[in-house]
Each structure stands twice: as C-alpha cells, then as structure tokens.
C-alpha cells in the first residue's frame, strides 16, 4: 500500500544508517519482540520471537525533489496478519530507539517527543 513518511522520520533513519552503518537493526521500545532492521533501500520489521518472521517493510523511498521537511513517499508491505495492530506506533518508537543510540534528547521539558 502506498504510504507517507514523516520527513523526521525519514531524516532521523537517514542519519542513524550514516552514522551507525548499515544494515542497522534496532530494538522497538514498547514493542516486546519487534526489532526494524534497517537499510537505505528498505526497513523491515521482524518479529524476534518468531525466528525474525517478517511483520511489515517500508520500501521504494521516493526522494526525488523531495526537501528536507517535507513528507516521503514510500510504500509499505504487510507480511504478518497482526501487522495493522503495530504499524501506527512502531515508527514512532523506532525515532525513539533512534535518539537514544544517536545521543539525541527524546523529550522536551513538558515530555513531548520531539522531532
């Protein structure tokens, strides 16, 4: 299915895969057993518990003229029935993952997340 990323999001991957290499897999916080292996031509999330079945990918990055801050299209493959259920939260707690391992605050002083 077609999708949308966040340019945050997007960047913050971007970032991590330059600084950290590639691939690079990451533990979901909140997502017990879900861990996003990370490459710059897809992003996979595998279920650890079940021998690392894959749950969902983000794949065909459309950068294109694309800016920085604006929205990335891509398009998003469900491989797992339960996939639905995580989809919405897991990128969100990849950016967090993310921060941490980069040394980035995840917070600002009221506890939102920022981006």
Request: proline share 4%.
């Amino acid at each position: 299915m077609p999708k949308q990323l966040e340019a945050a999001c997007y960047n913050q991957v971007r970032l991590a895969l330059r600084r950290l290499g590639e691939p690079l897999s990451v533990s979901l916080p909140g997502h017990r057993g879900l861990d996003m292996l990370l490459a710059r031509t897809e992003w996979v999330c595998l279920d650890t518990i079940s021998d690392d079945f894959p749950v969902m990918a983000w794949k065909d990055f459309a950068r294109a003229g694309v800016n920085l801050h604006e929205p990335v299209s891509c398009r998003l493959e469900l491989y797992h029935r339960c996939a639905g259920l995580v989809m919405g939260t897991a990128l969100d707690a990849l950016v967090e993952a993310l921060d941490g391992r980069l040394g980035h605050a995840s917070s600002d002083k009221d506890g939102h997340a920022s981006r």
